[in-house]
């Protein structure tokens, strides 16, 4: 379906979760975030991180570590709790939490009942209101203890990490899961309320050919997964040790990579899901297709969210804050989190002051990226409109007057597009992944 231009998915790009990118980030001093949330107002997100996993896998370039040493996953999670107190003690009256993310690793490395306590926590010392609650989760690790968990605290939206049903590719990767152990998994979500159920697959995996692409996505519809996030594998092992486990020679090339993509996307918009962004689809009844076809869809640390605050707050450790005028992240290290956290200080080590500049390079890459066209400033538009001539010569987008849009055959070229506009590229480029 689409065209290959290989010239123009040559340079790295960034998957812009947010503008300008954590690679960006330079040491901050946390009086900054602190100014930042006693200024929030409205509706505001909360995001969790749980940087644990009962088994590690190979691809993954998550902030996580084993769950293997229960010491130090509860001196994590109590710091946690401070870190909850600290951030709701700043917070005014009226922000209102619309929106709680657990993520991870995997939140359900740790035990059920210190779930319930962070959930329980998060009622204590925040202001909630009509909260939608949504977490990732590890299915090998998943049972019924947690599923009850789920429900009680009224979790509605689940992100399970698939990635493949291809056995030699899940060997290849690390992380071997039986279907009948995802079956088990989707019935007690669903028994527990969960209405929302996401699958994350990924295409450019080891050992991975087209076959093997086209069985997940056939199984993963035959599922009924509510929403699909079909991501390409990034093989960075200089940023990420453990995926030097992975032998670079079983990776498909760039050009099969590309197949895959537009196979992905062919097969899934072709059996009723809608098509979000660039790698996300959706049926049509969930709320992430209804805010991608009325022009509401968003982009945060988190990808793409029909999440309409400005505001999101993290809490863990390497979790990002963003506000309008500053992205913050919190220390990495855990041991480092533990320490800022349990002493009842905020633990942003890291982040960036958003210039009105950034602020208007990042709406138009969010809006290429959400709605596939963007208002230009007469300056920038006069500024890109050489660097966009290949786009627009091959038929990829339009150029008129202030208006960029991305057409159809433009879209795996999308992120490419929104890297004309980042001021930041030209530092980012050794540490980021290919377009496709």
């Avoid at 959930?119 to 690790?141: G, K, M, Q, Y």
């Avoid at 040790?241 to 090339?253: C, H, S």
Wanted: hydrophobic share 40%; with cysteine.
């Amino acid at each position: 379906m689409w065209p290959y231009f290989p010239e123009l998915l040559e340079t790295p790009v960034p998957r812009y979760t947010s503008y300008p990118t954590a690679a960006d980030f330079g040491p901050i001093e946390t009086v900054s975030l602190a100014q930042a949330i006693a200024g929030a107002s409205g509706d505001i997100s909360l995001y969790l991180h749980i940087p644990f996993c009962e088994k590690i896998c190979y691809y993954c370039g998550c902030n996580t570590g084993a769950a293997n040493k229960r010491l130090r996953v509860m001196s994590y999670l109590a710091a946690l709790h401070n870190e909850i107190e600290t951030v709701a003690s700043l917070l005014p009256r009226d922000a209102r939490v619309r929106r709680v993310a657990f993520g991870g690793g995997s939140p359900n490395a740790i035990r059920a009942r210190e779930f319930v306590d962070l959930v329980d926590a998060i009622h204590r010392n925040f202001w909630l209101e009509e909260t939608e609650w949504s977490i990732e989760l590890d299915p090998r690790s998943f049972d019924s203890v947690f599923a009850s968990a789920i429900e009680n605290a009224g979790i509605t939206r689940a992100s399970m990490g698939v990635q493949t049903f291809s056995a030699h590719c899940q060997e290849a990767i690390g992380r071997v899961q039986g279907d009948a152990l995802i079956c088990r998994s989707i019935d007690m979500l669903r028994s527990a309320g969960v209405k929302s159920l996401n699958f994350d697959l990924m295409y450019g995996l080891p050992k991975q050919t087209e076959e093997d692409l086209a069985d997940s996505l056939s199984y993963t519809r035959l599922l009924g997964a509510d929403r699909i996030a079909v991501f390409g594998y990034a093989h960075v092992p200089h940023l990420v040790p453990r995926q030097k486990m992975i032998d670079p020679n079983a990776l498909p090339g760039s050009k099969e990579r590309f197949n895959m993509a537009a196979q992905a996307y062919d097969y899934l918009v072709s059996h009723g899901y809608e098509a979000v962004g660039f790698d996300h689809f959706a049926l049509p009844h969930d709320s992430m297709a209804k805010a991608a076809r009325d022009g509401t869809l968003w982009r945060n640390f988190q990808g793409f969210t029909d999440d309409q605050s400005e505001v999101l707050i993290g809490l863990g450790a390497s979790s990002i804050s963003g506000f309008s005028g500053l992205l913050a992240q919190n220390e990495k290290n855990s041991g480092g989190y533990r320490t800022m956290a349990s002493q009842g200080r905020l633990t942003a080590s890291h982040g960036i002051v958003r210039t009105s500049e950034d602020q208007l390079r990042g709406r138009i890459i969010t809006e290429l990226l959400c709605q596939g066209k963007s208002q230009l400033s007469p300056c920038l538009r006069a500024k890109h409109k050489g660097s966009l001539e290949p786009f627009v010569s091959r038929g990829l987008a339009v150029l008129e007057e202030c208006e960029l849009t991305i057409l159809p055959d433009g879209l795996p070229y999308a992120r490419v597009m929104a890297l004309l506009f980042d001021s930041f590229r030209h530092s980012t480029a050794k540490a980021i992944s290919s377009a496709i």
